[in-house]
């Protein structure tokens, strides 16, 4: 990997311009989907279903969530189809195919960056103070970007033997937004099924990642440590079952 990180770069930044090539919003997309996300479910399941939130104004509370949440569902999206749209390249020359994606989940950093750029907008028009524990944001922002490669390499690795799971997954991730606390509180996950609920990565990633924004209570604590072995053992093997299939790739695809 080390080797080859200029490819990496190039890779990661071919992404970000094809992604926004002839659009007219450009990078305004980045905010576009969260935002409108949150507009729905303040509407119907803040002010219509009265879904707790923590003590926290709703479209702030779902926000916070959804910023994380989207990160992940679009560089999963993206990598579980890096090896086949570059299918002409891992055909034809040799590099380390983990680079594809890698590169394509790094290349939604950039419209993370964005997103999350309006929750202090919104912490600023809720009158909520910025806390300490904002500097925490990084290392929830690295924890999703584990899960989302490690999901994202079985995902990739795939997609080049059974084209299904480019329809799959698409379908796979909205239903992972309603077991993942985006648009609820993981506190109204029965304490009893809390830890149980934390094999879902995801959960103890957008808690934890909420909590360093609002200060919500009670910490994540158990269920985050949960998420964060899940998501290692998801990388882990992850890795394991990519690199054994690296080996038929370019006979494959």
């Given at each position: 990997?080390?080797?080859?990180?200029?490819?990496?770069?190039?890779?990661?930044?071919?992404?970000?311009?094809?992604?926004?090539?002839?659009?007219?919003?450009?990078?305004?997309?980045?905010?576009?989907?969260?935002?409108?996300?949150m507009?729905?479910?303040?509407i119907?399941?803040?002010?219509?279903?009265?879904?707790?939130?923590?003590?926290?104004?709703?479209?702030?509370?779902?926000?916070?969530?959804?910023?994380?949440?989207?990160?992940?569902?679009?560089?999963?999206?993206?990598?579980?189809?890096?090896?086949?749209?570059?299918?002409?390249?891992?055909?034809?020359?040799?590099?380390?195919?983990?680079?594809?994606?890698?590169a394509?989940?790094?290349?939604?950093?950039?419209?993370?960056?964005?997103s999350?750029?309006?929750?202090?907008?919104?912490l600023?028009?809720?009158?909520?103070?910025?806390?300490?524990?904002?500097?925490?944001?990084?290392?929830?922002?690295?924890?999703?970007m584990?899960?989302?490669?490690?999901?994202?390499?079985?995902?990739?690795?795939?997609?080049?033997?059974?084209?299904?799971?480019?329809?799959?997954?698409?379908?796979i991730?909205?239903?992972w937004?309603?077991?993942?606390?985006?648009?609820?509180?993981?506190?109204?996950?029965?304490?009893?099924?809390?830890?149980?609920?934390?094999?879902?990565?995801?959960?103890?990633?957008?808690?934890?990642f909420?909590?360093?924004?609002?200060?919500?209570?009670?910490?994540?604590?158990?269920?985050?440590?949960?998420?964060?072995?899940?998501?290692?053992?998801?990388?882990?093997?992850?890795?394991?079952?990519?690199?054994?299939?690296?080996?038929?790739?370019?006979?494959?695809?």
């Amino acid at each position: 990997m080390w080797a080859y990180r200029d490819l990496l770069y190039f890779f990661t930044w071919r992404d970000v311009k094809v992604r926004y090539k002839q659009t007219a919003l450009g990078a305004a997309w980045a905010v576009l989907q969260p935002v409108l996300l949150m507009v729905v479910f303040a509407i119907f399941l803040g002010h219509l279903a009265h879904i707790a939130s923590d003590g926290k104004p709703y479209p702030l509370f779902s926000y916070s969530g959804l910023v994380p949440w989207t990160l992940f569902a679009s560089a999963l999206t993206a990598a579980s189809q890096s090896l086949v749209g570059n299918s002409n390249l891992v055909s034809k020359i040799y590099f380390p195919r983990v680079i594809a994606p890698i590169a394509a989940t790094g290349s939604y950093i950039f419209d993370f960056v964005i997103s999350l750029s309006l929750v202090f907008v919104l912490l600023v028009i809720y009158g909520e103070p910025f806390r300490l524990s904002l500097l925490l944001l990084p290392v929830f922002t690295v924890m999703t970007m584990v899960v989302a490669i490690a999901i994202g390499l079985w995902a990739a690795a795939l997609n080049v033997r059974y084209r299904d799971v480019q329809y799959a997954i698409p379908f796979i991730v909205q239903l992972w937004l309603f077991l993942t606390p985006v648009a609820y509180p993981a506190s109204l996950v029965p304490s009893r099924w809390r830890l149980l609920y934390g094999l879902n990565p995801m959960a103890g990633v957008v808690e934890g990642f909420r909590w360093s924004i609002l200060g919500t209570q009670p910490r994540p604590g158990g269920l985050l440590v949960v998420s964060l072995c899940a998501a290692l053992v998801f990388l882990v093997l992850g890795m394991r079952y990519f690199a054994r299939a690296n080996q038929t790739f370019a006979d494959v695809i």
